[in-house]
């Protein structure tokens, strides 16, 4: 399990042996996705629905503390083992945290565009999105899985049951905390 790229890269368990190689076989200027068969060589080391739908996700939330930051990923280590992505911290998400310039609930932010052009270098989540681009048949999948998201799992009415859930569900731990803690 590896979390980050760059300066903030951390190795939480196992070793980054593979991730690296993965990367550097990954970044060679002469590699390109545009065949289906250059597109087996990607789909042969991540698991590409697992990607698409992590992806999908952290747009859909708008997450602005992503894509350099807060990226968690494992692969078994097994021969045909795939890269996996998780998940996680979503407090600069849905307009949630408005100081700092982020999360200012305007509708003109794009968030897919942020993570197509990352305003800096080496955001490896950026790297291997740019790569699948590269491929119609990915391009074309990714957007209907989009619409397929955005007509279940992403509508309204459910997102909004879901937070409320989990609203309902931590209430009384954030009380509890409070009394314990004092903040």
Known sequence: LSENDGSLFEQ?????????????????????????????????????DNFTDYI???VFA????????????????RVDGKWKWIC???????????SGGF???????????????????????AEILQKCFQNVKFRQKFANRMADFLNTAFTPTRVQGRIEGFKNLYAPEIDRHRMRWGT
């Not at 708008?62 to 280590?77: G, H, L, M, Q, Y």
């Not at 996680?88 to 949630?96: C, E, S």
């Not at 509708?107 to 993570?115: D, E, K, S, Y």
Request: proline letters at 4%; zero cysteines; glycine letters at 4%.
């Open 56 to 58: 999908l996700l952290e």
């Open 62 to 77: 708008d997450n602005t503390d992503w894509p350099a930051n807060n990226v968690r990923r494992f692969k078994e280590r």
């Open 88 to 98: 996680y911290d979503f407090d600069f998400t849905f307009g949630l945290l408005t």
């Open 12 to 48: 939480i368990t196992g070793d980054s042996i593979a991730w690296f190689q993965f990367l550097s076989d990954m970044r060679r200027t002469s590699r390109r996705f545009d065949t289906d068969s250059a597109f087996a060589w990607m789909t042969q080391r991540i698991d590409i």
């Open 103 to 125: 999360n200012t609930s305007d509708a003109t932010q794009n968030a897919l565009q942020r993570v197509l052009n990352p305003p800096f270098p080496g955001v490896s989540t």
